[in-house]
């Protein structure tokens, strides 16, 4: 099993609303990574989550939050977004965050739109 | 200027026609990934790359970590390779291994 599995596939918010996007894989991955990408753009780094700790933290607006309960599990909560967080919300593991274990499985994606 | 520099930045090709696609980056490097996304979707990983060549099916990576180049081909295209084609590269003794991405290569492979 290669699968990242992301829910939501979509999701539109108001910007007074709280809701999370789900990451979750089985394959015993211990690194855990969430990316943002505008359209027609690379994806952003947001957070890197290394042993289900936060090992980097790309100064990303403290409107989203990520938690990592335990290995096999990434959450991203999103409090009080503005319309330009409107993006596709990507999640990706890999084996651990350095050399040739370091290639990342992507999910499919989270659709937000913040209205 | 981008670390990470792709081109063409957009290919149209016919079905059947042989397709390469160049990155060129300007950092010391300890792998290249190629990657893959279909319109609206996730991202696939195709290749990691630290020197030499790798083949998959009808694709092909290679680099050259003298020049800083990579290239990607897809022999024999066909309209379900239209994608957007990511180059990104892991650089090399940093204390991060975040990926530098380039800015993509748009495919349409019309039959």
């Known amino acids: 099993d290669t699968e990242v599995t992301q829910t939501p596939k979509h999701l539109v918010m108001g910007m007074t609303n709280k809701k999370s996007l789900k990451c979750e894989q089985h394959?015993?991955?211990?690194?855990m990574y969430w990316y943002k990408q505008k359209a027609k753009k690379p994806p952003e780094l947001m957070f890197v989550?290394?042993?289900?700790?936060?090992?980097i933290n790309e100064s990303v607006p403290s409107r989203f939050s990520p938690e990592c309960p335990n290995s096999s599990l990434l959450n991203l909560h999103l409090h009080a977004l503005q319309p330009e967080d409107s993006a596709l919300y990507l999640c990706a593991s890999s084996q651990d965050i350095r050399g040739t274990k370091n290639i990342q499985y992507f999910g499919a994606g989270t659709r937000l739109s913040v209205l | 200027k981008n670390e990470v520099e792709q081109s063409p930045q957009n290919l149209t090709a016919q079905e059947g026609e042989f397709i390469t696609i160049n990155c060129s980056y300007s950092?010391?490097?300890?792998?290249l990934h190629w990657l893959q996304q279909h319109p609206g979707g996730g991202i696939v990983s195709l290749f990691m790359l630290s020197s030499g060549k790798k083949k998959h099916g009808r694709l092909i990576a290679t680099i050259n970590i003298q020049e800083k180049h990579s290239s990607l081909h897809i022999t024999a295209s066909h309209p379900r390779d239209s994608a957007v084609y990511i180059c990104?590269?892991?650089?090399?003794?940093?204390?991060?291994?975040?990926?530098?991405f380039g800015t993509g290569t748009l495919l349409a492979v019309q039959p």
């Open positions: 950092v010391g490097i300890s792998a």
């Open positions: 989550y290394s042993y289900e700790k936060l090992s």
């Open positions: 394959m015993g991955h211990r690194a």
């Open positions: 990104a590269v892991i650089r090399g003794g940093g204390a991060t291994n975040k990926l530098i």
